[in-house]
């Protein structure tokens, strides 16, 4: 089935895809908008923690499976997997995000000028600057809705406009990480959050629930792409989302470019969708198997994979900290908690490439708790019964988003054989996070037991950093910005090198990934591209 | 409804507080099919009536009662039974042979049924399935390691999660936690 020729397509409604295109629509591009699944609305699972547990958004992994390349002792060995998929939903994880909306730091595009050459690692600068984004940042909060004050915050990059809701006050467990950070010299400061401190948007404010982090949020205080630009886009006219549909191919012209898309409907029904330009935002893992998927004479291993470059440097944070009890308790049922943070030790550690933030965890409840032990617990029996009792109230853990060293063996490819569903070739994941990585986790959570030690707690144990392949939230890098052809994908404003209408609008072109969230940042790049693309048509 | 007796033939050697708690589930309308009948006849959806009183065993040690309801309290039973007609059909494998297998060993080993041992004896025998160190003859057609953790998993699940789900009946290991109405997560 043919449509009716459109300026733009944009594939994939998330933190990227979503902002992308929402701005061509206001501009006057007539945008067409596909998500391969439908909305999501709260739907009382908020209130049952066993539900979320198993997942609130829709994802469909039968007719979408994986694998992955397992390293053992007999060689590589591969394994079905259910790692890295995002969202089948409009907003896609904005919906039940934990909704930090961080600016990454300075350093965090320089990293090869701040820590220079790191062998093994693909790590490089990005071909953008902080300064570059500022604008873009600064849009993103206000669009979206952020609420947070950097005041406290000596490390943060400048900034020229305030944030658009005061930071959400601080709980009595916020207090005391940061009394603790305080006395050891460290800088805490309110978490910035895509959260309605106050009525914002014409939405209400945040009603304080325990459990935010997984959820959808009962009274719409929660900010994504689903419930601020995509309605906006929509309202324009100009936009016409597409919901349930599947794109399974670029299609390519005679003349080098991209002349639209191939996708299939709910009901199964293949389409044909023409466009001037085509942005892909599928998510990191999603992306590539897009570009891969796809061939011509020119690109005979993929579009923009020429040097190899496309589904490489897949990386997302290798999370690690330290928990504690104390001997009191030190939070009530309010929640959602992680409201303090601090970024002292995201950059300039001694020995150290990058760094983390650390924040206290989101609260959870008795279900996720049962889990949380130290290595020596039971994890069973009366002593676990009784350990659960007695801290539920009392138990914190540090996290720590510890910035990972891009490294070119950590990768998302497609599958000569296996077919998906709509018969495109399945994702298949390889590589694993650097060992450097493990050595960062390692000095982040010294760092963290510093903090619980100083804060009082009468129980403090390591939570070590997970091997494996980084395919998980955050989720980026596999299609990295650059200026140079053969060792990048896309140029500065996400056009893949060699095809001028062709972009991607993920988090896949972040070159590296920083010590914080990167949902933000991959907002801002979303505005900026846009503004290229606006541009670069009229 | 018509309370026509225990619905387990080992019913003699059971503690009489584990009494109490089966008429109480019949009495509470959780039986309501079980019918007089000689024929053992399960009210579960998947258990059958012995099978029962071994998993009740299992969830009583990983969540034990003391000043505070354990897992027989809170019908954890229910939860597992349930799940594993919808989410948890591919373990339904695992339990029917993981509880013969257990149940061999104890024979083996004790000369009773697991239910049947005093309390300290089966925690003595869940240590060693947990680490896989029961006789592995009995154990050709399910791993006990995997059992184990599988029925662990479940045991906390039903007993922490909201008591739609058939476990944690009256939120009483909410209350234990002192969560408190109208449990908002």
């Known amino acids: 089935m043919k449509h009716k020729h459109a300026d733009a397509i944009v594939v994939g409604a998330g933190a990227g895809g979503g902002v992308v295109a929402k701005e061509l629509a206001v501009n006057g591009l007539q945008t067409v908008l596909f998500e391969r699944g439908g909305w999501v609305k709260y739907d009382g699972k908020i209130h049952d923690e066993l539900l979320k547990s198993r997942g609130v958004l829709p994802i469909d992994r039968k007719k979408n499976p994986r694998v992955l390349i397992k390293e053992t002792e007999d060689g590589e060995v591969e394994v079905p997997t259910g790692i890295g998929h995002t969202g089948y939903n409009v907003g896609s994880g904005t919906v039940n995000y934990g909704a930090m909306a ?123 792409t689903h419930n601020t630009v995509i309605p906006v886009g929509i309202e324009s006219g100009n936009l016409d989302l597409r919901i349930h549909t599947q794109v399974t191919k670029v299609v390519m012209g005679d003349n080098g470019k991209a002349i639209g898309i191939k996708y299939y409907d709910k009901n199964d029904l293949e389409h044909f969708q023409s466009a001037d330009i085509v942005v892909i935002a599928a998510s990191a893992t999603e992306t590539p198997r897009l570009l891969l998927t796809t061939t011509t004479a020119k690109f005979p291993n993929g579009l923009g994979n020429n040097y190899g470059w496309v589904g490489r440097n897949l990386q997302s944070h290798a999370y690690c900290g330290a928990a504690g009890t104390f001997p009191k308790d030190i939070h009530s049922w309010n929640g959602p908690g992680a409201t303090m943070a601090i970024a002292d030790y995201n950059h300039h550690n001694e020995g150290i490439v990058g760094g983390a933030s650390i924040h206290y965890d989101f609260h959870f409840g008795p279900l996720r708790f049962a889990k949380r032990r130290p290595p020596w617990e039971p994890t069973w029996g009366l002593t676990h019964k009784e350990f659960q009792r007695e801290n539920f109230y009392r138990y914190t853990n540090l996290r720590c988003c510890v910035q990972e060293m891009p490294n070119f063996n950590s990768r998302v490819f497609i599958h000569k054989t296996k077919k998906d569903y709509w018969g495109m070739p399945i994702v298949g994941l390889a590589g694993e996070r650097h060992p450097l990585d493990f050595k960062h986790c390692d000095f982040m959570s010294d760092r963290s037991e510093e903090i619980l030690k100083e804060a009082g707690a009468n129980r403090i144990w390591r939570v070590p950093g997970k091997k494996g392949n980084p395919a998980m939230v955050h989720q980026a890098g596999t299609c990295r910005m650059g200026d140079d052809p053969t060792t990048s994908v896309t140029n500065r404003y996400g056009q893949v090198h060699g095809i001028d209408n062709l972009y991607v609008g993920d988090a896949s072109t972040h070159v590296t990934n920083s010590g914080f969230n990167p949902s933000l940042t991959i907002m801002a790049l979303g505005f900026r591209m846009a503004e290229h693309i606006v541009e670069k048509f009229k | 409804m018509v309370f026509c007796g225990v619905p387990s033939s080992n019913f003699h050697s059971m503690e009489r507080r584990a009494f109490i708690k089966n008429t109480a589930l019949i009495g509470g309308g959780m039986l309501a099919t ?121 045991t906390i699940e039903g007993f922490y999660s909201n008591p739609q789900h058939g476990g944690n009946k009256d939120h009483v290991s909410f209350e234990m936690m002192r969560i408190e109405p109208p449990y908002l997560f």
Not at chain 1, 105 to 129: H, N, Q
């Open chain 1, 102 to 224: 961080w600016r990454f730091m300075r350093e965090d595009f320089k990293m090869k000028s701040t820590y220079g050459e790191v062998k093994t690692t693909t790590l490089a600068d990005w071909p953008i600057s902080y300064d570059d984004l500022e604008p873009y940042y600064e849009k993103a909060e206000w669009e979206i809705g952020v609420a947070g004050d950097a005041s406290n915050n000596p490390f943060a990059a400048p900034r020229k406009k305030e944030y658009p809701m005061p930071a959400f006050k601080t709980s009595e467990l916020g207090e005391l990480f940061s009394d603790a950070c305080k006395r050891l010299g460290l800088h805490p400061f309110p978490v910035p959050m895509a959260r309605n401190s106050v009525p914002y948007n014409n939405r209400s404010s945040c009603i304080q629930n325990r459990i935010c982090l997984t959820s959808v949020c009962p009274v719409d205080a929660k900010n994504g």
């Open chain 2, 34 to 154: 079980y019918s007089c009948t000689e024929r053992e006849t399960s009210s579960y959806y998947f258990f059958t009536v012995t099978e029962a009183s071994c998993v009740i065993a299992i969830c009583e040690q990983i969540i034990p009662a003391d000043k505070e309801p354990g897992a027989t309290d809170a019908e954890v039973i229910n939860y597992i039974d349930r799940e594993l007609r919808h989410i948890y059909k591919q373990h339904q494998k695992l339990y029917r042979n993981g509880i013969a297998a257990l149940q061999a060993s104890c024979k083996q080993l004790k000369g009773e049924l697991f239910e049947d041992l005093p309390f300290d004896e089966q925690t003595a025998l869940l240590i060693d399935m947990e680490k896989s160190k029961l006789p592995k003859t009995n154990w050709r057609d399910a791993k006990q390691g995997a059992f184990f953790q599988t029925i662990r998993k479940h």
